[in-house]
């Protein structure tokens, strides 16, 4: 990969800061010095799997903005270097499309693009007002039209209380572990990780950080189950929470997928929120849902514990319970919420990995990752 003077400045300027962040755990590491940080770089461009944009109607005209994070006022984007070269093919075209035709144009407001490194697209129609029977008509002949210029494209339209598909409603993403393939449905509105390329470096460094382990595996806040699968190969049987349904699903969709991958066929989904897990894992409460997965937490020996929680980070409760593991593996999208849970955390562990994946390009945005273990 080669990165630009601009990306390399700014790469540097985050290297930088996670050593300002990080750096009252030196006590907490061996020697009191932090581990050397591990750092992985983006792509410069074309790096954002999926993009979002508001359409903006003026007269007879309309096109794509977005709005200046900083002032709020809004400017036009005819093309979107940061997202992957197959939606900035398919920009252009499709609103070309929606211009000229009066039926897909009228009180449209937002067009959300999903794409896979694997070459899938699903585009999502926002509007203000109802879908109809002419909607529907237009948008099959519009996405006839696109499959002959070569773009195969699946949709959904939204509108109040409505939501239409044409094919289907999610793509199925394939991403690369240390030379082993994983398949993953990725349901649109659903969290996915934005940047193919660093998910798959995220991935391979999880492995990496659990290799030799002994045990079973804990994983809360799953998701679709992205690090669960890849993680499966280095223990005996993995449980995973995550609280959104329709993240569940493509979960329990994702196992089957990947069944003839090492040890995905141990791994549990159950649907219960990080704090409701700790009530069961404590004894407080009992769930119907983790017998409904045959999980019977008693059976399990769970010596590493896997987390990647929303920017809030992880409750109290949860960050009490996860101390009573050997390892934690912890992802997060702030660096703010993972150092109020490391000062907990560091209490009974040493910080013995700290990694730098930059999801997002020229923002301000980190994503890190720390390893500890128990001393």
């Not at 409505?162 to 993403?173: L, P, W």
């Not at 013995?352 to 890190?368: N, W």
Request: aromatic share 10%; glycine share 8%; net charge negative.
């Amino acid at each position: 990969m080669v990165m630009s003077k601009e990306y390399e400045v700014q790469l540097g300027e985050k290297v930088e800061r996670m050593g300002e962040v990080f750096g009252e755990f030196s006590d907490f590491c061996g020697g009191g010095v932090l581990p050397g940080l591990e750092v992985f770089a983006s792509d410069p461009v074309h790096y954002r799997m999926r993009a979002e944009f508001r359409v903006w109607h003026d007269g007879d005209d309309l096109y794509y903005i977005m709005f200046d994070q900083e002032t709020r006022e809004k400017y036009r984007v005819d093309d979107f270097p940061a997202a992957s070269a197959e939606i900035n093919a398919l920009m252009p075209v499709l609103i070309e499309r929606i211009r000229g035709n009066v039926v897909l144009r009228r009180k449209i407001f937002q067009v959300d693009f999903l794409s896979t490194l694997s070459g899938e697209m699903l585009v999502s129609l926002l509007y203000h007002r109802p879908l109809d029977d002419e909607w529907r008509e237009a948008l099959g002949v519009m996405r006839e039209d696109l499959s002959g210029c070569g773009f195969e494209v699946d949709f959904i339209g939204r509108a109040r209380k409505q939501k239409y598909v044409v094919g289907r409603d999610y793509v199925v993403e394939r991403l690369m572990v240390y030379g082993d393939e994983y398949v993953y449905k990725q349901v649109e509105n659903s969290f996915t990780q934005p940047n193919g390329r660093v998910a798959e470096r995220m991935l391979e460094w999880a492995v990496d950080c659990t290799r030799g382990s002994e045990g079973d595996l804990l994983e809360l806040y799953c998701g679709n189950g992205n690090f669960s699968l890849a993680l499966a190969q280095n223990f005996r049987r993995v449980v995973a929470t995550e609280l959104a349904k329709p993240s569940v699903e493509a979960a329990q969709w994702n196992i089957a997928a990947n069944a003839e991958r090492k040890g995905c066929e141990g791994v549990k989904v159950v649907r219960l929120s990080a704090e409701d897990f700790t009530l069961a894992m404590g004894g407080d409460r009992e769930f119907k849902r983790l017998k409904q997965q045959g999980v019977e937490l008693g059976e399990y020996d769970f010596r590493t514990v896997f987390v990647d929680p929303p920017r809030a980070g992880m409750d109290l409760d949860s960050v009490r319970m996860v101390q009573g593991y050997e390892r934690i593996v912890y992802i997060s999208c702030n660096p703010v919420t993972l150092c109020e849970n490391l000062r907990v955390l560091c209490e009974t562990h040493e910080l013995v990995r700290l990694a730098l994946f930059d999801q997002f390009p020229f923002t301000h945005h980190i994503e890190c990752g720390v390893m500890l273990v128990r001393r």
